[in-house]
């Protein structure tokens, strides 16, 4: 069994996206997508991860995210032989031993491990997230379809952590809607009918969104890659505001394959974003079934990331009994690319929620590995 990581860097110290690197063994192969418009001068020096070279150039919520995301995963297909591939983000740790979530994958061998919600089948979700979702952001209705959703949620909505998004809802769900709430009710509606934009979700195609950190088979991996160029979808979907969000969930949950929740423990969310993890979640980034937590501080000596990190060494040394690990092989390749497990009961519970650089710089200047990867 071998996993590829892949993990994408813009804006995060090199330490902290070394401290990951080192935190997920050297048994494994691990790709780094790395956006150097941000960080020109970023290298992972001494490290046995491979950085992606011919990087593209992403901004958050915007379609370049979703294309990087795509190249990532081409990259490791084209360059290893895994047999899952589990995305990262540079705020990512593991919670627990690699080795734990390899066995655990072996295990039960599921194509999908991806936290996925369905706007038809729940309001609260369609009115959080519909707005995203029924109408591009160049539409002159989006604009319309986001001040409706403002009108039903109210001035104080509510963020619940579902399927590892926040949604946000309004304070008194059983309260009568009022006027302009009932408007804006009608108007995601008419969204919904598809009479704002002209959107694909019709003829059994299911409206999905969902968090980002998900974990694919090979198989799986090879299949969404072949639908960036070829599905119909992806034109309407990469017009999205957050499209990584809705592109991926909807590809691949209106796909053939069994999905299961995923193996990350994303902080509740603060706004559009999870709130960093603080002294007061250590306990429960412990107790946690999932294999990764995310979102941690930036900076290598942030107290929880030490925590989390003597932590996961213990249990790592515990395991493997001192026994030395060898570097995952990668595929000959003349390459553009350089230099919470736990009861399975538990975690089915939730299935219901289910640029251009400047001057790159040469390998003798980073200390990265170039070449063909091995």
């Excluded at 009115?127 to 319309?144: E, I």
């Excluded at 603080?278 to 294999?291: E, P, Q, T």
């Excluded at 919470?340 to 200047?365: I, K, Y």
Aim: net charge neutral.
């Amino acid at each position: 069994m071998e996993i590829a990581f892949g993990v994408l860097s813009a804006f995060e110290p090199e330490d902290a996206v070394r401290q990951l690197v080192g935190s997920l063994g050297q048994r494994d192969p691990i790709l780094v997508h790395h956006d150097y418009s941000k960080q020109p001068r970023f290298s992972l020096p001494a490290s046995h991860a491979h950085v992606i070279r011919d990087y593209v150039a992403t901004e958050w919520g915007k379609p370049e995210l979703a294309r990087a995301i795509f190249h990532l995963i081409r990259t490791a297909l084209e360059h290893s032989r895994f047999d899952y591939f589990q995305l990262l983000s540079a705020s990512c740790l593991p919670l627990r031993p690699i080795a734990e979530l390899r066995g655990y994958l072996a295990e039960g061998n599921h194509p999908i491990y991806c936290d996925i919600l369905n706007l038809d089948a729940d309001e609260r979700v369609m009115m959080s997230h519909g707005h995203r979702v029924f109408c591009r952001v160049d539409k002159a209705a989006a604009r319309l379809l986001g001040r409706s959703r403002r009108w039903y949620l109210g001035n104080d909505p509510i963020t619940m952590q579902q399927a590892n998004l926040g949604i946000e809802g309004r304070a008194n769900p059983e309260a009568r809607l009022t006027a302009w709430q009932w408007l804006g009710k009608k108007i995601h509606d008419a969204a919904r009918r598809g009479l704002l934009d002209d959107h694909p979700f019709r003829d059994g195609t299911a409206p999905l969104v969902g968090s980002l950190w998900f974990c694919l088979r090979r198989d799986v991996c090879e299949y969404l890659v072949r639908q960036e160029d070829s599905n119909p979808l992806i034109p309407y979907l990469m017009g999205l505001k957050v499209c990584d969000e809705i592109l991926f969930p909807t590809i691949l949950g209106n796909s053939s394959f069994d999905i299961m929740p995923s193996n990350h423990l994303v902080n509740d969310f603060v706004g559009p974003h999870p709130r960093l993890f603080d002294m007061g979640d250590v306990d429960a980034l412990a107790s946690s079934d999932r294999f990764f937590g995310r979102k941690f501080s930036p900076r290598a000596s942030d107290g929880v990331r030490l925590s989390v990190l003597t932590r996961l060494d213990r249990l790592d040394r515990l395991q493997q009994g001192g026994e030395a690990c060898h570097a995952a092989p990668f595929a000959e390749s003349g390459s553009g690319v350089s230099g919470s497990g736990g009861s399975t009961s538990s975690r089915q519970s939730h299935a219901a929620d289910v640029a251009a650089m400047p001057a790159r710089l040469s390998p003798e200047e980073t200390g990265e590995r170039s070449g063909p990867l091995r």
